[in-house]
């Protein structure tokens, strides 16, 4: 069973653009769905972490909305770093999914259980990919993500008591 959920931003979160205003702030879109199912994945009991080699305030401000669990920005090496979460919660690298778009989440994919990537994510990720999502990063691919696993989790109906 997953118990970790490792997401990328650039490309995963968002649609891997990063707009500039007048001034040389940084801004990018998050999708709502996303969120939405974040926050019912760690209602469920679950953990989310987001390891990203940026770093943004956005990010930093758009994870603890959600209640993510981790937030690690500027990472060089994503293995290790899911490396030192995965002992602190003591689980397996089978009880954890990632998803990514790019070469720099590769290493996440060799060690995680399960693995899923954008409709729009670099093709040789999506050759190392056990799950081609049919929605696009930054358009509801973390969504789709969370409602696969809670499906064969066999928790859909526990999923939708969340909402009444």
């Given at each position: 069973m997953i118990k970790l959920i490792v997401v990328?931003?650039?490309?995963t979160l968002t649609d891997g653009k990063i707009y500039y205003d007048e001034h040389g702030n940084q801004m990018r879109g998050?999708?709502?769905?996303?969120?939405?199912?974040?926050?019912?994945?760690?209602?469920?009991?679950?953990?989310?972490?987001?390891?990203t080699g940026k770093v943004s305030s956005q990010v930093e401000r758009r994870g603890k909305e959600l209640g993510v669990d981790f937030i690690r920005q500027g990472?060089?090496?994503?293995?290790v770093v899911l490396e030192d979460i995965v002992d602190s919660m003591e689980i397996s690298y089978k009880e954890v999914a990632v998803i990514g778009d790019d070469f720099n989440?590769?290493?996440?994919?060799?060690l995680a259980g399960r693995t899923f990537a954008p409709a729009n994510a670099n093709h040789h990720i999506l050759h190392h990919a056990h799950y081609r999502l049919k929605r696009e990063g930054g358009s509801g691919a973390v969504a789709e993500m969370i409602e696969i696993l809670i499906k064969e989790q066999r928790r859909w109906g526990e999923f939708l008591n969340l909402w009444r």
């Open positions: 990328d931003v650039d490309g998050f999708n709502v769905h996303d969120g939405l199912m974040m926050v019912a994945w760690k209602k469920l009991g679950g953990k989310i972490a987001i390891i990472v060089k090496n994503k293995a989440d590769l290493p996440l994919f060799r």
